[in-house]
């Protein structure tokens, strides 16, 4: 067991290795002084979001960017309480979202799409905040390179507690592998909260035709569709005033559920790179685990375990470092802490996402 181990950590390092190698490879991306020429609309799907839509709407009237370049479409998903867009200045639409699958998301972007009249979407989410240069950077990327699908960064709002840590360490990670499989041209992830294409490749690719019995995966699936048809068309957008800003959930149950719905969609990928990153990182974790009951009941020695978690820890921690320093050049938080729970939460996450269900904006979803 102990060469089985040893044989997943060295596949598990060298899959880092790759993924900071092709993080390094994104070039971070500046704006210019070209002149806004891009139209957008933003899609925002929620369900009972009264308190944080007000947030987003406040951050958008603060926009660097001209009101007749953007316009922004609601999509209501049966929300208790309906919404009031009276007081904003810039064009917005509210529309109720029209169900057809299981997907509650991809049916409200699907809904949005018959409203749209710009070429370029964007999509977010309503608890989300963007940076008052957000569209002009996208806009200037635009103009600069001959794209039809561009991922943006995410990342979030804490405050001073641990479980807000935890997930910015966890968020991090998957951003740093998200700007990684990019870097390797084998982009399989993203976030749909920061999340631009063309309506024409929308349409293209047929939307979400293929994977809609599937309740999340808005962005990945999307994006897969478009790297399989159009790779050269697909880009990342690393750019410190494109990141939105998110805010983490308030209770461990809440978090659990969040990250079983994302794992839950990872055997359905098309992607071969992102499947088989997913069992290295699964495996990677779950040997951690494995090892550290290895030296509860004496079958491995303190020091084996030490250098076993000293290598893991050492190449998790050179991604999660330059991730960071992109995301909020801040220090990470109570990363010691958080690197010994987390093996054993993503490994409980991925067991469960096989079989178990999960909530999610007060519905149950089976896998």
């Known amino acids: 067991m102990t060469i089985i181990l040893s044989v997943i950590l060295v596949i598990y390092i060298s899959s880092i290795g790759l993924l900071t190698y092709g993080f390094l490879r994104i ?5 210019t002084d070209l002149k806004p020429q891009t139209s957008f609309t933003i899609i925002v799907p929620f369900r009972n979001e009264e308190e944080n839509l007000p947030n987003l709407l406040n951050s958008f009237s603060k926009l660097n960017y001209p009101s007749d370049l953007f316009e922004v479409i609601l999509v209501d998903d049966s929300s208790e309480e309906k919404f009031d867009i009276s007081s904003f200045t810039f064009h917005i639409s509210q529309i109720d979202n ?12 699907t809904t949005a799409m018959e409203h749209v009249k710009t070429n370029w979407v964007i999509t977010t989410d309503a608890d989300c905040i963007v940076h008052a240069n957000w569209l002009l950077t996208f806009d200037n990327y635009i103009q600069e390179n001959q794209v039809s699908m561009l991922a943006g960064a995410v990342s979030y709002k804490c405050e001073n507690s641990f479980l807000h840590h935890f997930q910015q360490l966890d968020l991090t990670s998957l951003q740093g592998a998200t700007i990684g499989s990019f870097g390797l041209n ?9 999340f631009a294409y063309t309506k024409s490749l929308f349409e293209k690719l047929n939307g979400f035709e293929g994977n809609n019995k599937i309740a999340s995966g808005d962005d990945v699936f999307l994006l897969q569709k478009a790297v399989e048809e159009f790779p050269k068309e697909v880009h990342y957008l690393k750019a410190e005033e494109a990141i939105v800003i998110t805010k983490p959930t308030e209770t461990w149950k809440a978090l659990f559920y969040q990250r079983v719905r994302w794992a839950a969609k990872t055997s359905s990928y098309k992607s071969t790179f992102g499947k088989f990153l997913g069992l290295i990182v699964f495996f990677g974790n779950l040997s951690f685990v ?3 009951f290895f030296l509860l009941f004496g079958i491995w ?3 084996i375990f030490v250098l076993f978690a000293f290598f893991k820890f050492g190449i998790d921690f050179v991604l999660l470092y330059i991730t960071n320093q992109f995301l ?3 220090r990470i938080k109570s990363l010691f802490l958080s690197s010994l729970l987390y093996p054993f939460f993503s490994s409980a996450v991925a067991l469960y996402s096989l079989f178990g269900s999960y909530e999610w904006k007060g519905r149950r979803f089976g896998k």
């Open 186 to 194: 084998k982009a399989f992830m993203c976030n749909g909260a920061n």
């Open 328 to 330: 909020t050049r801040i």
């Open 301 to 303: 020695s303190y020091p």
């Open 98 to 109: 029209i169900r057809v699958s299981n997907s509650p998301k991809k049916d409200a972007i």
């Open 290 to 292: 494995i090892g550290f």
């Open 27 to 31: 070039k971070k991306y500046q704006k």
